[in-house]
């Protein structure tokens, strides 16, 4: 099959908008609505330096490769590439040498913070002691916690990370099927500024999971394509399949999903306005008296 726009070989049919696309038509295709987003997120008044969080997996990387991409070569921006060793034997290493080779080769800063340094313990010792509660939740909320403080002191306008289409689709129809609209009304990108909370961005909210690991291989990207060995067997992964049977049967649902929410997320945030974030003892933004993060290592205690 030809694509639409040459006469190269296509190397995808996009099947929510029928067309056939070559590997180039395909990579400005992804890489138009990527930038029309961070055109619309990214507010260099905030400051210059941008973080990007990168794991070393296809959408870390394909994140950080279009921000360099688009803020590169401009004077009043300044991107800095931060990582996180969870501490999981044989599985975070190896992503890291990978992000680490990308810095290089780009000459783009490199920051890491491991929870060994942090917390005095990594995720192979917390593991163990979550208890009924999944590793995930532990290993979600200290990472967050490690991203926003290192942001911070790099003083850090915003912080994007990798999430894709269909990261934020299932995770709108898990707040939605839980009744946690509140939950909802606070999903990034952020638009209030809070003190401590550096406001999250994320340029590939709008690119289905299929499309960035293509472009990851359009553009020649290294990538970590392993599994963490404590991935989230639950929840997640049952909204992931519901929601991949929604779009075989009808495609173009996951926009539908996220459109549906943008256009009742102004409603959700009049309704349900963001409380002020007090400070954690730790130095953290929260919402209580003692941020998540705290509570969850105190309880492992
Ligand atoms: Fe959740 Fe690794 S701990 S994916
Ligand atoms: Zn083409
Ligand atoms: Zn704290």
Redesign the pocket.
């Known amino acids: 099959m030809r694509c639409d726009h040459c006469q190269n070989d296509a190397v995808t049919f996009i099947r929510y908008n029928g067309s056939h696309l070559c590997s180039g038509h395909f990579m400005s295709y992804v890489e138009r609505r990527v930038k029309r987003e961070l055109r619309k997120q990214v507010d260099l008044s905030r400051g210059s330096r941008i973080a990007v969080a990168v794991s070393g997996g296809k959408d870390s990387m394909v994140t950080l490769d279009l921000i360099r991409r688009t803020f590169g070569k401009r004077r009043d921006a300044e991107i800095h590439c931060i990582s996180i060793d969870e501490g999981i034997d044989g599985y975070r290493r190896p992503s890291l040498d990978i992000v680490q080779r990308y810095c290089q080769e780009h000459s783009l800063p490199y920051h890491e913070r491991s929870f060994a340094k942090e917390f005095g313990k990594g995720m192979d010792d917390i593991a163990p002691l979550s208890g009924s509660s999944s590793p995930c939740t532990y290993c979600g909320v200290l990472r967050r916690?490690c991203l926003n403080s290192l942001a911070r002191e790099l003083e850090c306008g915003h912080l994007a990370t990798g999430l894709n289409l269909d990261d934020t689709a299932q995770s709108l129809m898990m707040n939605f099927a839980r009744g946690d609209v509140e939950r909802m009304a606070r999903m990034g990108p952020h638009v209030k500024v809070q003190p401590g909370l550096i406001p999250r961005i994320q340029p590939l909210r709008v690119i289905p999971e299929k499309e960035s690991y293509l472009y990851a291989m359009c553009a020649g990207l290294e990538f970590h394509d392993g599994e963490c060995p404590y991935a989230d067997a639950a929840l997640r992964n049952q909204y992931r399949s519901i929601i991949d049977e929604l779009e075989k049967r009808s495609p173009g649902s996951k926009f539908s999903i996220l459109s549906s929410y943008e256009q009742l997320a102004p409603m959700l945030r009049d309704r349900m306005p963001q409380t002020d974030l007090r400070e954690?003892?730790?130095?953290?933004p929260?919402l209580s008296t003692?941020?998540k993060?705290?509570q969850l290592l105190s309880g492992l205690q």
């Open positions: 916690k954690c003892s730790c130095g953290e929260t003692r941020c993060a705290c």
